[in-house]
């Protein structure tokens, strides 16, 4: 079977609906049914399925993904959006630059950006609305903003291009960092021209800010400490030594149950199964993909697809610049029609070997393709973080994505900067 009926079958599974992990599943398979002499037999593709799930690094996302809901549920983004509030409110487009701030810190305790979305825009989007901002605007930010989740550490995405690129996740999280805060100072200053010109309704946004300050700054910090203090510990212990990126989202869950359970008081005992079993729900999809992609990944190595269109591309674009631009529009168009998960464990093996023949860092490539599809988050038809902020509000899809596009091109603006100036990326390394 040739590679184009491969990729075209598995077009028309997606096309048809069929749940992505099937559809990987699929196009694994029929490569060894229709030629016997092919290597990937079906009892080869099996093995690849488990082999790829049995790894020690994988077990921290289902414990990332944990955390996030425990935090989810516990409020912890209410905490702290309070102390981010209480500094930047009065300023001009200050509580739409509390959220972003918002989104940065609880991307720092998720790694997930629909995460990050649903705990941060069902506590911020009413505040916004209270205050005269605009439900579609307010509705956009938080979407845009969620994206951060996955690019600043720690981030599930790093950890699923660590394991198909071998590169180390504690390198990718630390040079997560930087274009993090980059694309949140961009989106802030958009927002900061959006209502300079626009204007804001100071009368509302005053009386809640003084409400806030009202109770000192002692008190709003101490509410929000334990809260701050959460990416502080889990980015401490990796980088300290104390602890790998899967032993520190360990500990991050049972960090979350503690300040959640008895600091907070946020969640009662009886609560936590139902937590349990909805982490489980969010990571069972998650597994089923991981382990068809690892299977794909390995059968188009074997049909030599990474060499063959290593080969083309480096051939049709010989000029460095324009080659990684047409990888970023690559990105950015699979994105937009394909979860983060299975192209990034199927993209890797095909582009990384072309970014570093023409000498760019392991490293600095995964953040950019990172980047490139958590632009995919607020992008059409599969925009999750669309879905989720549009299910806060009930606001339609399209009328968050026109809403979202100034901020989308301001994503790009950064990711366009990350793309040509490595020292973004490996600064910290």
Same mark, same amino acid.
């Given at each position: 079977?040739?590679?184009?009926?491969? /990729?075209?079958?598995?077009?028309?599974?997606?096309?048809?609906?069929?749940?992505?992990?099937?559809s990987l599943?699929?196009?694994?398979?029929?490569?060894?049914?229709?030629?016997?002499?092919?290597?990937?037999?079906?009892?080869?593709?099996?093995?690849?399925?488990?082999?790829?799930?049995?790894?020690?690094?994988?077990?921290?996302?289902?414990?990332?993904?944990?955390?996030?809901?425990?935090?989810?549920?516990?409020?912890?983004?209410?905490?702290?959006?309070?102390?981010?509030?209480y500094?930047?409110?009065?300023?001009?487009?200050?509580?739409?630059?509390?959220? #972003?701030?918002?989104?940065?810190?609880?991307?720092?305790?998720?790694?997930?950006?629909?995460?990050?979305?649903?705990?941060?825009?069902?506590?911020?989007?009413?505040?916004?609305?209270?205050?005269?901002?605009?439900?579609?605007?307010?509705?956009?930010?938080?979407?845009?903003?969620?994206?951060?989740?996955?690019? #600043?550490?720690?981030?599930?995405?790093?950890?699923?291009?660590?394991?198909?690129?071998?590169?180390?996740?504690?390198d990718?999280?630390?040079?997560? %960092?930087?274009?993090?805060?980059?694309?949140?100072?961009?989106?802030?200053?958009?927002?900061?021209?959006?209502?300079?010109?626009?204007? *804001?309704?100071?009368?509302?946004?005053?009386?809640?800010?003084?409400?806030?300050?009202?109770e000192?700054?002692?008190?709003v /910090?101490?509410?929000?400490?334990?809260?701050?203090?959460?990416?502080?510990? #889990?980015?401490?212990?990796?980088?300290?030594?104390?602890?790998?990126?899967? *032993?520190?989202?360990?500990?991050?869950?049972?960090?979350?149950?503690?300040?959640?359970?008895?600091?907070?008081?946020?969640?009662?005992?009886?609560?936590?199964?139902?937590?349990?079993?909805?982490?489980?729900?969010?990571?069972?999809?998650?597994?089923?993909?991981?382990?068809?992609?690892?299977?794909?990944?390995?059968?188009?190595?074997?049909m030599?697809?990474?060499?063959?269109?290593?080969?083309?591309?480096?051939?049709?674009?010989?000029?460095?610049?324009?080659?990684?631009?047409? %990888?970023?529009?690559?990105?950015?168009?699979?994105?937009?029609?394909?979860?983060?998960?299975?192209?990034?464990?199927?993209?890797?093996?095909?582009?990384?070997?072309?970014?570093?023949?023409?000498?760019?860092?392991?490293?600095?490539?995964?953040?950019?393709?990172?980047?490139?599809?958590?632009?995919?988050?607020?992008?059409?038809?599969?925009?999750?973080?669309?879905?989720?902020?549009?299910?806060?509000?009930?606001?339609?899809?399209?009328?968050?994505?026109?809403?979202?596009?100034?901020m989308?091109?301001? /994503?790009?603006?950064?990711?366009?900067?990350?793309?040509?100036?490595?020292?973004?990326?490996?600064?910290?390394?």
């Amino acid at each position: 079977m040739s590679v184009g009926a491969v /990729f075209i079958i598995f077009a028309l599974c997606l096309l048809i609906a069929v749940p992505v992990s099937i559809s990987l599943g699929i196009v694994s398979v029929l490569p060894g049914m229709f030629d016997s002499s092919f290597t990937a037999s079906g009892s080869f593709v099996i093995r690849s399925m488990v082999g790829g799930i049995d790894s020690f690094p994988l077990l921290a996302v289902p414990m990332f993904v944990l955390a996030g809901i425990i935090m989810a549920h516990g409020q912890i983004s209410e905490k702290l959006f309070d102390v981010f509030a209480y500094f930047l409110g009065k300023r001009t487009a200050g509580m739409p630059c509390a959220v #972003i701030v918002t989104c940065l810190f609880y991307g720092a305790i998720s790694g997930s950006a629909p995460a990050t979305v649903a705990a941060v825009g069902s506590m911020t989007i009413p505040i916004l609305m209270e205050m005269g901002y605009e439900k579609e605007f307010s509705t956009a930010i938080v979407a845009v903003a969620g994206g951060l989740g996955v690019i #600043i550490p720690p981030s599930i995405p790093f950890i699923m291009f660590a394991m198909a690129s071998g590169a180390s996740v504690s390198d990718l999280f630390l040079a997560g %960092i930087i274009p993090g805060l980059l694309i949140g100072f961009i989106l802030m200053l958009y927002v900061w021209a959006y209502y300079k010109k626009h204007g *804001e309704d100071k009368e509302k946004i005053n009386l809640k800010i003084d409400a806030l300050h009202a109770e000192g700054f002692g008190k709003v /910090f101490k509410e929000s400490f334990w809260a701050i203090l959460s990416p502080v510990i #889990i980015l401490g212990c990796i980088y300290s030594g104390i602890a790998s990126p899967t *032993e520190a989202a360990v500990i991050s869950v049972f960090y979350s149950l503690i300040i959640s359970l008895f600091v907070y008081k946020s969640i009662k005992p009886r609560e936590i199964w139902g937590i349990c079993v909805e982490a489980m729900k969010t990571f069972a999809p998650i597994l089923f993909i991981l382990a068809a992609s690892v299977a794909f990944s390995r059968v188009l190595t074997l049909m030599q697809v990474p060499q063959t269109v290593s080969d083309w591309i480096l051939t049709h674009f010989t000029n460095e610049i324009i080659l990684l631009l047409v %990888i970023d529009i690559f990105l950015l168009l699979v994105g937009m029609v394909m979860d983060t998960t299975p192209a990034i464990l199927i993209l890797t093996p095909i582009l990384l070997p072309i970014v570093t023949s023409v000498g760019m860092d392991p490293i600095h490539f995964g953040v950019m393709m990172v980047v490139n599809l958590a632009v995919g988050f607020v992008t059409p038809p599969i925009g999750v973080n669309l879905f989720v902020a549009s299910s806060l509000t009930e606001v339609p899809v399209m009328t968050i994505a026109r809403k979202a596009i100034p901020m989308i091109i301001a /994503f790009l603006i950064a990711l366009l900067l990350i793309t040509y100036i490595p020292g973004i990326s490996l600064a910290l390394l």
